[in-house]
């Protein structure tokens, strides 16, 4: 199995304790993935984020709809969170989150994004991953960037 990895890195207004909890209510995720993924968290409110937590996703890949379950790995607030796919459309999805401050005094977070992933299905996998996966992933992570900041600024 081939393993990718995409890192990114952002600095946010506000410290990690400011701005971690955007990141604890799995339903913002929803207003930072672009609109064409059609994307649901389906998992009934509240969900209590700690280990353990599974949340369930509806969205569409390419047009296909895909349903997808995330398992919290990690919960240490506010400095870092890991999820997992438990069920979904890789092979591999292994997504840790980090914040860490950024001044003195800290003003500001940078935030980064490690995710790691693979593609099942052997050679047509990976001539799907060449063709349009890892562009598909990059292309999340873009909108991601500046759906957070106007996420997080929004009066």
Same mark, same amino acid.
């Given at each position: 199995?081939?393993?990718?990895? #995409?890192?990114? /890195?952002? =600095?946010? @207004?506000?410290?990690? *304790? ?8 799995? +339903? ?8 064409? #993924?059609?994307? /649901?968290? =389906?998992? @009934?409110?509240?969900? *209590? ?8 996703? +509806? ?97």
């Amino acid at each position: 199995m081939n393993v990718h990895v #995409l890192e990114r /890195e952002q =600095v946010l @207004p506000g410290t990690p *304790e400011e701005v971690f909890p955007f990141f604890a209510d799995a +339903r913002n995720l929803e207003a930072i993935t672009p609109p064409l #993924l059609r994307f /649901e968290v =389906v998992t @009934p409110e509240p969900i *209590e984020m700690r280990v353990g937590t599974l949340i369930q996703y +509806r969205l569409r890949l390419r047009g296909v709809p895909v349903s997808w379950l995330t398992s919290i790995q990690a919960w240490e607030p506010p400095h870092r969170f890991v999820d997992v796919q438990v069920r979904g459309p890789y092979a591999l999805w292994h997504h840790t989150h980090t914040f860490a401050p950024v001044g003195s005094p800290p003003t500001r977070t940078l935030m980064r994004d490690t995710v790691r992933y693979a593609i099942g299905f052997g050679p047509l996998g990976a001539l799907a991953a060449r063709a349009f996966v890892h562009r598909d992933v990059a292309a999340i992570f873009a909108f991601r960037r500046d759906a957070v900041v106007a996420a997080l600024c929004r009066p």
